[in-house]
């Protein structure tokens, strides 16, 4: 199958840890993780995720490009670092918050990744796919 698709990026929000395009024949939102300054689930990177699902929720599962709106009919999370798509925790936010027995940080690391994983499976519907390379 040689099928040719009409690729855009998703303009709601500028992300600097996720890259996003859409390919207007499926509707199909790609959301490519590429955290900074090493492959884990940092607090930006949290942030963004969430509000990468927000603005689908937000939009009703719709997007604009060049003045004609499409429906997301599919929501594909990848990793842009290679060899790595489950990036684990942020073990220097650990260790320093431990270090400095700051608790309020961990908890709001904790929360912000509940939030992720509660908001993805409660919002619109949308077909969800995390995609992994196998290594």
Not at 17 to 32: A, K, M, P
Not at 38 to 52: Q, S
Not at 56 to 61: C, D, K, L, M, R
């Amino acid at each position: 199958m040689n099928a040719m698709a009409n690729v855009c990026f998703f303009p709601q929000v500028p992300y600097s840890q996720i890259d996003t395009r859409f390919d207007t024949e499926f509707g199909l939102l790609w959301g490519f993780m590429n955290p900074k300054p090493r492959p884990t689930f940092n607090a930006k990177l949290l942030d963004e995720a969430c509000a990468f699902g927000r603005s689908i929720s937000e939009t009703g599962a719709t997007i604009w490009n060049q003045g004609q709106q499409f429906q997301i009919n599919y929501v594909v999370e990848a990793s842009r670092v290679p060899g790595v798509y489950n990036l684990g925790g942020d073990l220097a936010l650990f260790r320093g918050a431990i270090g400095n027995r700051d608790r309020q940080l961990l908890v709001e690391y904790g929360e912000k990744c509940i939030d992720n994983v509660s908001k993805a499976r409660h919002s619109v519907a949308v077909w969800r796919v995390r995609l992994q390379r196998p290594y």
